[in-house]
């Protein structure tokens, strides 16, 4: 079993910036592709980025250019770096990890979940 812990989240201004982390533990070698994820209330949960054990990455439409998904193995854990942040990105975002997927497909199979970490972009 893998438990995914995600922190870094809070409030920033527009145009501003944040950096989520998700750290593993447990059975951290069964891992191979993660991902972010974020729900706005009333909205259903959306796919933000992933990442394969290689490094090779895949991110949503919405965000190209202004979010940056990395990963340490050697530390178990994925990053999400967002930049030029708008109001419509505010969300609860959640960490995700996926056993099977080799390549970073977009809204791939998921198998562990994180608790989420609100992320509120305001003046």
């Known amino acids: 079993q893998v438990q995914l812990v995600e922190s870094g989240g809070g409030l920033v201004q527009p145009g501003g910036s944040l950096r989520l982390s998700c750290a593993a533990s447990?059975?951290?070698?069964?891992?191979?592709?993660m991902d972010w994820y974020r729900q706005a209330p009333g909205k259903e949960r959306e796919f933000v980025a992933t990442?394969?054990?290689?490094?090779?990455?895949n991110v949503a439409d919405s965000v190209k250019g202004r979010f940056t998904i990395s990963r340490d193995n050697a530390k178990n854990t994925v990053y999400l770096q967002m930049n030029s942040l708008k109001p419509e990105d505010k969300a609860v975002y959640y960490c995700?990890?996926?056993?099977?997927?080799?390549?970073?497909?977009?809204?791939?199979?998921?198998?562990?979940w994180g608790q989420g970490t609100q992320v509120t972009v305001s003046s």
């Open positions: 995700a990890a996926d056993r099977n997927r080799v390549m970073p497909t977009r809204q791939g199979e998921i198998d562990y």
């Open positions: 447990g059975t951290i070698f069964s891992i191979n592709t």
């Open positions: 990442i394969a054990k290689s490094g090779d990455t």
